[in-house]
């Protein structure tokens, strides 16, 4: 409810002011591990909080939504979306790849391994990373797997319990969440491993007004990862002060998530491959030129 709540706020604080600060707007999904970076800067001075407005959505497609109209200058959510933006014409780029190898496959204890899911039904996020990494898993195993789309985290957990879906393609750290009944039979990163799924996505306006703003924020998040790597301890009081979760749930979700700035080609190369998973999925119609997704924000 209180994620819900922060959404809503948002929203409407959002729609009803527009983006007129004179501080760089952020969007950040609340449940989602994928800004940890950003809250570890803020909480050790590395990014300047006085620079920034922080906005919590509860899913991607709400912070895309934001970000799209132009309610946002930044956001860090899912690249299936940016790329589906531009291919629509909007004017959105991706500023540096961030978040990595963070989602998995999630089933009953009946199912040993993927290959017991043949033929499944799998609930996703419907066009989101989790979504497209299932339906590339799905072709490259031969698994045939049935894609239920949901909304939320919540929705999905609520579907798997009642039997609705077997398993679910899900993220940390709600993928730790459902009990001793369920458990991980795979991590997308061993198929494909140091694979994006979160970057840091900004808005083009953004760039005549808040240009060194977002190379400030880019640079501040790429030293917050290295800190992070330095100083686990640290890293991890920061977690349980913004994520009111067990300890012990949050140590596995972060040993579970890399971060790794900058726009490498392996990275641009696993996203193209998506890019044709999504088109196959019929979420994009129009395909684009990756030259007109990228702004490396970390390259001037």
Not at 93 to 109: H, M, N, V, W
Request: proline residues 4%.
């Amino acid at each position: 409810m209180r994620n819900m709540v922060i959404a809503l706020v948002a929203l409407v604080f959002l729609a009803a002011c527009g983006n007129n600060s004179e501080r760089l707007s952020l969007g950040l999904i609340q449940p989602s591990l994928n800004h940890l970076p950003v809250l570890y800067g803020l909480e050790e001075g590395i990014i300047d909080s006085s620079a920034i407005d922080i906005y919590y959505f509860s899913s991607g497609w709400e912070v895309n939504e934001a970000l799209i109209a132009g309610k946002l200058d930044a956001a860090i959510m899912p690249f299936t979306y940016a790329w589906t933006d531009v291919s629509r014409g909007y004017p959105v780029r991706i500023a540096s790849f961030l978040e990595r190898e963070s989602d998995g496959i999630l089933t009953s204890k009946e199912h040993k391994d993927i290959q017991s899911l043949k033929g499944a039904k799998v609930g996703v996020l419907r066009a989101s990373t989790i979504d497209i990494f299932a339906r590339m898993l799905s072709k490259r195993e031969k698994l045939g797997w049935e894609f239920v789309a949901f909304r939320s985290p919540n929705e999905m957990s609520a579907a798997l319990m009642a039997g609705e879906v077997d398993a679910l393609s899900f993220y940390v750290p709600p993928i730790f969440k459902m009990g001793e009944d369920y458990h991980i039979v795979c991590w997308y990163s061993d198929y494909f491993p140091k694979h994006p799924c979160c970057d840091l996505v900004i808005h083009e306006s953004a760039l005549s007004v808040h240009e060194q703003d977002i190379r400030n924020l880019a640079a501040g998040i790429a030293h917050s990862v290295k800190k992070m790597e330095e100083d686990r301890e640290k890293l991890l009081y920061v977690a349980l002060k913004y994520f009111p979760i067990p300890k012990r749930l949050l140590e596995n979700s972060i040993a579970h998530t890399h971060y790794q700035c900058g726009i490498e080609s392996e990275g641009i190369d696993f996203e193209k491959e998506s890019f044709r998973a999504m088109m196959d999925a019929g979420y994009i119609e129009r395909d684009v030129d990756p030259g007109k997704i990228y702004f490396n924000i970390q390259g001037k």
